[in-house]
């Protein structure tokens, strides 16, 4: 007789943590996943969904590594010292920062960094939106409290010092690590001085720790990037690393900087990482090496590569504001964040009230593969998406923009010809949602 009785064996399952339970993988990675299996099945599809730099690394650095591919010992937990040195010269540099080898904690990627943060320090996570897709949830798998601040289109959805100062002054005195990223994902859009300055005053006024995601600082589309460590220096830690200004985020590594009276807290983090990954990658410090001293032809590399998304952000944003999909105008990295509110009502009579329904139907009707604004944080009715605008030949176009004069602009011939699968889905998703238009 078949025995019906419910197994007493518990489903492994109840054995999750809570923090953890109903968490699936990152958003960005599961559209990739998506993406590629349409593409194995003989679709067309355009993939304006994974934030990754279209660039090869750049070559003096990819020797560095084939040079240093036999070191294997294990580093010293925070870091390589040469590396730990070479990355503040890079900060001195490039944000005229008075800093040392000694504020500086490598790590697999920034955002391993992030998560340790996390971890050691207890307070709020401060989060503006739209903002990158990782923050939260990861202050959901610690266990901490995430206060999401929204911001407004109308300021390209940057924080304002009085938004900031209204949550602080809510509950004075509690402890809260408040995330700012610009250039920034998903926006494209960036702070301008007098902004910096403001928030940093409140920042300040608050004591609240900032951390400062900068790692698309090098991808300022003219090279003017400022952090705010300059105005809050006692408060702020910088995020960057190799992942974007460099092409190499497969290589994983995250460089945080910290203000001098802050090593308590580089020590905390050390302490948990030396009892999680040890250190970092050896091969890749070493080679990273080369990354942070900079030299000519790795400017020579960020220009060219900041000429071409410049452009191509530039254009795209044109194509969108012709046929009424606003967006904030790109000022660094690769990504822009169209809202088709305006054409709401057409896109209710085909059945699309939500940006998940948004960008289902897009990649079902066009092929274009971009996010829902949802997943940046905002309400699903808001019918915003993030779209990276990367998907071409980097190394094709750095080699074309080479031979453009340095103060000709890159137009849309280039584009169109260097370009091309971006500028086709842009197309594509002008026609699908303004047909008329064309
Ligand atoms: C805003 C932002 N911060 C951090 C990261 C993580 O970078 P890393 O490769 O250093 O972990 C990303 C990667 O997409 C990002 O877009």
């Given amino acids: 007789m078949n025995d019906r009785r419910p197994s007493r064996k518990p489903s492994p399952e109840v054995n999750l943590n809570l923090n953890v339970r109903g968490i699936s993988a990152s ?45 294997k010992d294990y580093l010293p937990v925070k870091g390589l010292r040469a590396l730990r ?33 996390q971890l050691v320090y207890y307070g709020d996570l401060v989060i503006p939106t739209p903002a990158w897709v990782s923050y939260a949830p990861q202050a959901k798998i610690i266990g901490r409290q995430v206060r999401l601040l929204p911001t407004d289109p109308a300021n390209e959805w940057r924080l304002t010092p009085e938004g900031l100062a209204r949550l602080c002054e809510e509950d004075p005195g509690r402890p809260r690590l408040v995330v700012i990223n610009y250039p920034s994902n998903p926006t494209g859009a960036t702070y301008r001085l007098e902004e910096l300055r403001r928030l940093a005053r409140v920042a300040s006024e608050h004591r609240v720790l900032l951390l400062s995601d900068e790692i698309y600082g090098e991808l300022h589309h003219k090279g003017q990037h400022v952090s705010i460590a300059r105005f809050y220096p006692e408060g702020t830690i910088i995020s960057s690393g190799l992942s974007k200004w460099c092409g190499a985020g497969g290589w994983r590594l995250g460089t945080f900087l910290f203000p001098p009276t802050m090593h308590w807290l580089l020590d905390a983090m050390a302490a948990a990482a030396s009892e ?20 000519p032809e790795i400017d020579e590399y960020l220009q060219l590569s900041r000429r071409v998304l410049g452009a191509l952000g530039r254009w795209t944003h044109r194509r969108f504001e012709a046929v009424g999909i606003t967006c904030a105008k ?94 086709m889905a842009i197309d594509r998703i002008c026609d699908w949602v303004a047909p008329d238009s064309a």
């Fill in 27 to 71: 958003s960005t990675v599961a559209l990739n996943e998506r993406c590629n299996a349409m593409l194995d099945a003989g679709k067309d599809v355009y993939k304006l969904g994974l934030g990754q730099s279209p660039f090869p690394v750049v070559e003096p650095v990819v020797e560095a590594l084939r040079r240093n591919a036999g070191e």
């Fill in 85 to 117: 040195d070479s990355v503040a010269g890079f900060h001195q540099r490039s944000d005229g920062i008075e800093c040392s080898g000694d504020d500086v904690l490598i790590g697999p990627g920034s955002k391993e960094l992030m998560f340790l943060l």
């Fill in 276 to 295: 999680t990954y040890t250190s970092t990658a050896a091969p890749i410090q070493h080679a990273a090496v080369t990354a942070f001293n900079g030299g």
């Fill in 330 to 423: 790109p000022s660094g990295a690769f990504y822009l964040f169209p809202d088709f509110a305006a054409h709401a009502e057409q896109l209710a009579a085909r059945g699309i009230q939500t940006s998940p329904e948004l960008v289902e139907a897009l990649l079902e009707d066009t092929g274009v593969a971009i996010l829902p604004g949802c997943d940046f944080g905002r309400a699903p009715q808001e019918l915003t998406a993030r779209l990276a605008y990367v998907d071409f030949d980097g190394a094709a176009a750095l080699e074309a923009a080479a031979q453009i004069p340095k103060d000709a602009p890159i137009d849309e011939a280039f584009l169109r010809k260097l370009c091309t699968r971006v500028t």
